[in-house]
Structures are given as C-alpha cells and as structure tokens.
C-alpha cells in the first residue's frame, strides 16, 4: 500500500505544539494532572513535519513515542510548560495549544512527602494556573509576539439543555481572542485516551470546518488544512 503524497504546504513555517497532560506536584511524589495522553498533539506535530514544518513540541508528560522530526522540549508543569511556550513562540508562525493544562495547581507544595497521620488529611487549596493561551494572545497584542503569529487553541465541551457545543466554543474562542479553536464533543464518550477523534475548527472569522471522526492523524492533517489556508494570506 503506498502512503498518500502529502503536500508540502507547510515548508519553512516555524510551528510550536503543546501535547500531554501538565502535572501539579502535592509533593515529590504526588502530582494532580488529567487524562490526556497528548496522542492527539503528537499526530499534529508529526504530520505537520511531514508537510515542511519546522516543529517544536512541547511535551507533558506523554507516553508516546515522540513525533518524527521535531524538537522536543519535556515540561511538567503548568508553570513550567508557560515558560517555555512563552519564549518559544516568539520564533513560530504558528502556535498549536493541543495541551490539557491543569486549570489549578496545589497552593503549598510539600518538599518532604506528606506523612499519613490517624486523622483526616486537610482539604487540598488549590491557586489558578496562568492560562497560556490567553497569554499568548494579550503577548501579540502588546508587541511581544509578530502580529502574524497565528494561534490555536483547543477545547472538549459538553453542551447542556440551554446551549450547544458549538455555542460554548464560540464562547470561548471570542474570550480567549485566538484564532482558531479545535472542538471536539466530549458527551459521547471521551476523546482523551482513543486513538480517533471528530471535531469542528471555528475560524475568528466566522468560519467553521466540521471534521468528520476519523484517526488522530486524518484530524491533524485536516486541521492543518485549515491552518495553511490561513498562512497563505499571511507572508512566510
Ligand atoms: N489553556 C491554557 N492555559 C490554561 C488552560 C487552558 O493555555 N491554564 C489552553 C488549552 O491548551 C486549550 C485552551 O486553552 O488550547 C482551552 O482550554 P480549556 O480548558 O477548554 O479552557 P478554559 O479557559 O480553561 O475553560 P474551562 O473552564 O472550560 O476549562
Ligand atoms: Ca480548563
């Protein structure tokens, strides 16, 4: 069986992913994190350097083999993960936030492991983690980043009785000002540990491309798509 021909429409662009699940350490051995296994962020990167990219991947705790032909820089952390994506997207054209980042991270960090006692353990407080994206984006808007940089970010959603998926992720695309969204549907089931995935992309603009559930591979490809189309208007 021969391989599809890819294009090449992604040669000399400067890509950066963020994959995985970041970790929030309790103490030197316990961590708060969540269910992605960054397969999803990896297929991204790979297929993106399969189309000319140049690739920075930035890898949560992933238990996967590392995407072909990228640089791979490990992070654990929320915090840690903002750092490097900070100074990273300063050099990219485009930036992928495929990551799950902990939305909290335990207040006070134990340096020795916490000791089990007779009594029952104090609640865990737990501060907000900085949201990387948003940061990316209010970055562009002071300068800090090229105006061209352009920005992507994910969301798994559950619609309700009063709103749709696709209206919570309007919501969020217009709240955390980037420029794309990838949404994937979450109330059939979990996207998070499979190795397929359905989703919509929702442009700024208005635009919306429906990707029909297929392998995590045919999503970045097809994602990627839509991200080359953007980059055609913008000058390499
Ligand atoms: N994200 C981020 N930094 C955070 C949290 C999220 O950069 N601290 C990014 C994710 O990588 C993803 C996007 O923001 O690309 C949306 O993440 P999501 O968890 O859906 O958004 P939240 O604003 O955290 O909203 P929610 O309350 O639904 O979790
Ligand atoms: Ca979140």
Do not use: W
Not at 68 to 92: F, H, L, N, P, Y
Not at 107 to 113: R, V
Not at 161 to 182: F, P, W
Request: charged share 25%; hydrophobic share 45%.
């Amino acid at each position: 069986q021969r391989p599809e021909a890819l294009p090449a429409d992604l040669t000399g662009r400067r890509v950066l992913v963020t994959a995985g699940g970041t970790r929030e350490a309790l103490d030197p051995v316990r961590f708060l994190t969540n269910r992605s296994s960054g397969k999803q962020g990896v297929a991204i990167a790979r297929v993106a350097a399969a189309r000319g990219a140049e690739v920075t991947f930035v890898a949560a705790n992933i238990h996967a083999p590392d995407p072909a032909g990228s640089r791979v820089i490990r992070v654990e952390s929320a915090r840690q993960m903002q750092e490097v994506v900070t100074a990273e997207a300063k050099e990219a054209d485009v930036v992928v936030m495929a990551a799950a980042v902990s939305d909290f991270r335990p207040s006070n960090y134990s340096g020795a492991k916490i000791k089990k006692t007779d009594a029952d353990p104090d609640i865990v407080a737990l501060t907000k983690n900085p949201d990387i994206l948003a940061g990316l984006v209010r970055d562009r808007t002071a300068g800090a980043l090229r105006a061209s940089t352009l920005i992507t970010g994910f969301a798994a959603e559950t619609g309700d009785d009063k709103h749709t998926v696709i209206d919570y992720a309007r919501a969020k695309l217009e709240r955390k000002g980037c420029d794309l969204l990838l949404v994937n549907s979450v109330a059939a089931g979990g996207a998070f540990e499979g190795d397929t995935n359905a989703g919509v992309v929702l442009g700024s603009d208005g635009t919306e491309v429906t990707i029909a559930d297929g392998s995590k591979t045919a999503l970045a490809a097809r994602l990627l798509d839509v991200i080359a189309g953007k980059l055609r208007d913008r000058a390499p």
